[in-house]
């Protein structure tokens, strides 16, 4: 298997495996997988319940779903490589990622003396950040019923101690220099962000989750910085300081006008 190019052109005879990242809207495919999808002759997927499969039939496009899928990755493999010979095949690749799939037709077409071309074709790649995404399922994995018996006792005053914890550790880990060190610590200080925004979506009457503390940050420092997305003018680390302390204790003032109306 080759996974070097993504073609426009399904190669004549040869069978396309597109992958995708599933931290990514099935439909948000590449230019290449999508020419590669609607010139096939042939376009299946495992279910129509898949949200690549979904997406392309949306689309408007026709997918089959073979039989041989639910006999397990031998069987869909040897289906996937009989197609392929007579015609360009696309396989749209399940959100698990088709576990053996891969190794599966590897061993069939090396049987073969004449085997079809089989590529595989990326159709979407991971954002940066994207494993924030898994990390706050996780977390909800933990703490929702079914899940961590201890991680669904915490709250937000259980929790302090290893908030301290956790930093203090992180900062021995910078004065060290160890860089996977500081790596790993880095992460138990996000997981307490992730969990104590997790127990804040429980609240009955005031809850908020990791957007809101996202999205609040995220205005904060816009705010906080009309040097890079205003006009207002900071050349210097000192300026960037002075502005900072400036709005800092008027967004300080504000607050404390509107708890006293």
Not at 13 to 30: D, E, F, H
Not at 215 to 222: A, N, P, S, T
Request: with cysteine.
């Amino acid at each position: 298997m080759t996974a070097e190019r993504a073609t426009a052109e399904p190669p004549a005879g040869g069978l396309a495996l597109v992958v995708t990242s599933p931290r990514v809207a099935p439909g948000l495919l590449t230019l290449a997988a999508w020419q590669l999808i609607e010139e096939a002759d042939q376009v299946l997927g495992a279910s129509p319940d898949e949200p690549l499969v979904h997406a392309v039939v949306e689309a408007g496009l026709s997918v089959t779903i073979p039989e041989s899928y639910a006999e397990g990755s031998p069987a869909l493999a040897r289906h996937l490589v009989e197609r392929a010979g007579t015609g360009p095949v696309v396989w749209l690749g399940s959100a698990d990622g088709d576990p053996g799939l891969s190794d599966a037709i590897a061993s069939e077409v090396s049987r073969l003396e004449s085997p079809p071309l089989v590529e595989l074709v990326v159709g979407s790649w991971d954002v940066p950040g994207s494993r924030l995404l898994d990390l706050v399922a996780v977390m909800d994995r933990l703490r929702s019923p079914g899940g961590c018996p201890w991680d669904a006792e915490q709250t937000h005053e259980s929790l302090l101690p290893y908030l301290a914890e956790e930093s203090q550790e992180y900062a021995e880990a910078v004065t060290s220099g160890d860089r996977r060190h500081m790596a790993e610590e880095l992460g138990d200080v996000l997981l307490q962000v992730v969990f104590h925004a997790r127990v804040a979506e429980e609240h009955p009457e005031m809850p908020f989750d990791i957007d809101d503390v996202a999205g609040g940050l995220i205005e904060k420092l816009v705010r906080r910085h009309p040097h890079v997305f205003a006009d207002v003018e900071a050349h210097t680390a000192e300026e960037v300081a002075a502005n900072w302390q400036r709005i800092k204790a008027e967004e300080k003032a504000a607050r404390a006008g509107l708890s006293s109306e």
